[in-house]
């Protein structure tokens, strides 16, 4: 028992059944989602009156310089001070404790946030092109001078908060604020441009083709959150994770015959789960546990997979993919008929 107890040590949980397949659960814990809460929430606090307090400013002097990618620039800084109180609130309900009721806490409201986030700003970028496309037919006289000197300030506030979330961007929902104000940052800075090129040149088209530009870095930026947070959402495959390297780093750990039923998903945005079935030898108890704690081992430093759930069997599923056994044998005699349901 020796080789049990070291397992134990590590934070182990062995369950054995007498039946000849038995399942054994390991959890690593991973860290606490986030560490640096309290600082990531003051960074949230001041990002959101410094924004609040540009979107009345752009908006106001968007319609007295009648400028189109001014009153973008406030319509997209609305949706940015809505995505930085849904990431505010995201980080405190992800710093709740698991309970009862929610087993694995609230590590994905930071991913619902940035859903939310990113599906809103393709929305108002596809409004921004369609005002724009209507200024080519209908033009507006611009006062560029306006234009340059609010979409200034602008370029410095959002460059001041894009760097503070660059700071503490740790997850998908933090990114998602990130991209919003760096793009903001971006697309402020061609108002300039596009300013100074109506003072020069007078010609007022300019203004809703810097529109057609913001909303293109608007649609591009958020598409690719959308994605993301879609595939977590769905449990899907986390990115730059492969399953058939996943089986064979499993595979090559001594004693291990077979891995198969295997699945990998997201619980947060940095959070990776495992559950899957090893076929091993008929061996005792106390020598599998040793082939656990390797797994989880190479699981952990070299797939960042924290949660595990391995299930054990010296008998092979009829089926590797799901292992569903006709339900007719289910009442059979035989000691390898089973069906498992996952619940992720």
């Known amino acids: 028992m020796k080789n049990f107890a070291s397992c134990l040590s590590v934070g182990c949980y062995l369950a054995l059944h007498t039946h000849p397949r038995y399942t054994i659960r390991m959890h690593v814990h991973a860290a606490p989602a986030f560490p640096g809460a309290h600082r990531t929430q003051s960074v949230l606090r001041f990002s959101l009156v410094a924004t609040l307090a540009y979107v009345v400013v752009t908006f106001v002097f968007g319609l007295r310089a009648h400028s189109l990618a001014l009153l973008s620039e406030a319509g997209h800084n609305v949706s940015d001070f809505l995505a930085l109180l849904l990431s505010f609130v995201a980080v405190y309900f992800q710093g709740r404790p698991a309970s009862h009721s929610k087993t694995f806490g609230y590590q994905r409201a930071g991913v619902l946030a940035a859903f939310i986030n990113a599906a809103t700003l393709i929305v108002i970028s596809l409004w921004i092109a369609v005002e724009a496309v209507h200024r080519f037919s209908v033009p507006v006289a611009v006062q560029p001078r ?199």
């Open 146 to 344: 306006i234009m340059m000197i609010v979409a200034a300030a602008g370029v410095l506030m959002n460059g001041v908060i894009a760097a503070l979330l660059w700071g503490v961007a740790r997850d998908v929902n933090l990114r998602s604020a990130f991209l919003h104000m760096a793009g903001d940052t971006l697309s402020t800075a061609a108002v300039i441009a596009g300013g100074a090129g109506i003072l020069i040149t007078g010609q007022n088209w300019i203004d809703p083709v810097l529109s057609l530009i913001i909303a293109a870095l608007i649609l591009w930026s958020s598409v690719g959150i959308v994605r993301e947070t879609l595939n977590i959402l769905l449990e899907g495959t986390p990115r730059g994770c492969s399953l058939p390297a996943i089986r064979s780093g499993m595979e090559a750990v001594e004693g291990v015959m077979n891995v198969h039923d295997l699945h990998v998903w997201c619980l947060g945005s940095q959070s990776r789960a495992l559950a899957c079935h090893v076929t091993i030898a008929d061996i005792p108890p106390s020598e599998s546990a040793c082939i656990l704690l390797k797994l989880n081992h190479i699981l952990k430093d070299h797939f960042d997979i924290c949660h595990t759930t391995i299930q054990f069997e010296h008998t092979g599923c009829q089926q590797l993919d799901g292992c569903v056994v006709p339900m007719d044998k289910l009442t059979g005699s035989g000691a390898d008929a089973h069906h498992h349901s996952h619940a992720h």
